[in-house]
């Protein structure tokens, strides 16, 4: 499976922009989908996941600022990400894996930079 982020640029606190991952191939009925992000010095952290049920979770820093979403037709995922903060700056990773952990992937990286 390939993954193709893209949709990152620069942006003024409290902006949006829309993050897509289009995959190679239908994936979303067999894959945990999921955005990490990683900030400058900082781990790559968890931001937010969708399951194959529709079952999402977000980081608390995110909730009600960010959305993840899929469209099964152009096996793409996307990341709504609305009222940006600085905090926000990071590089956004896609990632793919199966519900039993056996396999995994991840796209490039889109990078998002928040600032005035």
């Known amino acids: 499976v390939q993954l193709q982020a893209s949709g990152g640029g620069l942006v003024l606190p409290e902006g949006s922009l829309r993050l897509s991952c289009a995959a190679s191939?239908?994936?979303?009925?067999?894959?945990?989908m999921s955005w990490y992000r990683q900030a400058p010095g900082k781990q790559r952290d968890l931001v937010s996941f969708?399951?194959?049920?529709?079952?999402?979770y977000y980081k608390d820093s995110v909730k009600d600022r960010f959305t993840i979403s899929r469209d099964n037709a152009k096996n793409t995922l996307y990341l709504q990400l609305n009222s940006l903060k600085p905090e926000d700056t990071a590089v956004y990773y896609c990632?793919?894996?199966?519900?039993?952990?056996?396999?995994?992937?991840w796209g490039q990286g889109t990078l998002v930079t928040v600032s005035s």
């Open positions: 990632n793919a894996r199966t519900t039993d952990g056996r396999a995994e992937f």
């Open positions: 191939r239908s994936i979303f009925s067999s894959y945990i």
């Open positions: 969708i399951t194959p049920g529709g079952r999402t």
